[in-house]
């Protein structure tokens, strides 16, 4: 029986993949600071320690600080000692295992054209940045790095809760005029995981099938219509609410980051992974099928 050892497997994306870990048969250790859904817990605080990687065969690096915070050097510096620091420690006590390195597509600027993994990497905010780092310490390592986007599926904490939250009047507004994006439903994250091992250490961009138009998407995800305010209103929101934000030290509603999100068409190419034989499986209709039932 092959044992796995999944990182950040309390969190979004680590638990959905130390589930389907098991659910191959895989025997599963959880490292984190709290429990995963299956298997074996290990405590590990990645800013801290060494994990405990004793009788893993192989590992999944999936334990990262995420989210939008207010800029700033506080926040630069939380990102860096998980997702820097943390991922040096992992390296360290690796000691040749095979990797697989879940990154993002965060470590990516917008791009007209669809993204490919020999784009220079760079990083908008602390958590692009820092991630970006991390990513080529794995890389150097030899490790298979997969960089999703914008990942949803069940007990999604980010994607869908936060464009609900922008409901407003029966209605929700969008800035400027409808771009494509592309998304990765959390299931297909997971099949690249338990995939990856058997790939050539590279990055690989993982997405689902296709990319999807902005405000189709966010209207059926939100079961109202879209509505389009000007984009220079829209960062002039965004720059009051960083400022606002870098005060409060509070995340902001609408960020600088945030707003590029949805204005700058981002579209990752997944041939890479596809030459792999990996076929993302599952879609953002899927998901909004079993939302709703």
């Given at each position: 029986?092959?044992?796995?050892?999944?990182?950040?497997?309390?969190?979004?994306?680590?638990?959905?993949?130390?589930?389907?870990?098991?659910?191959?048969?895989?025997?599963?250790?959880?490292?984190?600071?709290?429990?995963?859904?299956?298997?074996?817990?290990?405590?590990?605080?990645?800013t801290r320690t060494l994990p405990d990687l004793s009788g893993a065969d192989l590992v999944l690096h999936l334990a990262a600080a995420v989210g939008d915070p207010p800029p700033g050097r506080a926040a630069a510096a939380a990102f860096h000692a998980v997702n820097v620091d943390g991922t040096a420690r992992l390296l360290h006590a690796v000691a040749g295992r095979p990797l697989v390195w879940v990154s993002s597509a965060s470590v990516y600027s917008p791009s007209p054209r669809p993204i490919?993994?020999?784009?220079p990497l760079g990083g908008l905010t602390a958590y692009g940045a820092s991630k970006?780092?991390?990513?080529?310490?794995?890389?150097?390592?030899?490790?298979?790095?997969?960089?999703?986007?914008?990942?949803?599926?069940?007990?999604?904490?980010?994607?869908?809760?936060?464009?609900?939250?922008?409901?407003?009047?029966g209605r929700v507004l969008m800035p400027?005029?409808?771009?494509?994006?592309?998304?990765?439903?959390?299931?297909?994250?997971?099949?690249?995981?338990?995939?990856?091992?058997?790939?050539?250490?590279?990055?690989?961009n993982i997405t689902d099938a296709e990319p999807y138009p902005r405000d189709a998407t966010v209207a059926a995800a939100c079961g109202?219509?879209?509505?389009?305010?000007?984009?220079?209103?829209?960062?002039?929101?965004?720059?009051?609410?960083?400022?606002?934000?870098r005060l409060t030290r509070r995340e902001p509603v609408l960020s600088r980051y945030a707003l590029e999100q949805l204005t700058a068409p981002v579209v990752l190419d997944i041939s890479r992974a596809r030459a792999q034989g990996w076929r993302p499986a599952r879609s953002f209709a899927d998901y909004l099928a079993t939302v709703r039932t």
């Open positions: 029986m092959t044992t796995i050892a999944v990182t950040g497997a309390s969190g979004f994306c680590g638990s959905a993949v130390a589930r389907a870990a098991a659910a191959s048969g895989a025997r599963v250790i959880c490292l984190g600071r709290r429990p995963g859904p299956v298997g074996e817990h290990r405590f590990w605080d990645a490919r993994e020999d784009q970006a780092a991390g990513d080529r310490l794995a890389s150097a390592a030899g490790a298979v790095i997969l960089r999703p986007r914008a990942v949803y599926g069940p007990g999604d904490p980010h994607l869908l809760p936060r464009l609900r939250r922008a409901v407003r009047g400027g005029p409808d771009i494509r994006l592309s998304l990765t439903a959390v299931e297909n994250l997971a099949d690249a995981c338990l995939a990856a091992p058997g790939w050539p250490p590279a990055a690989y109202v219509p879209v509505r389009h305010v000007p984009l220079s209103l829209a960062q002039a929101v965004a720059g009051v609410g960083t400022a606002v934000a």
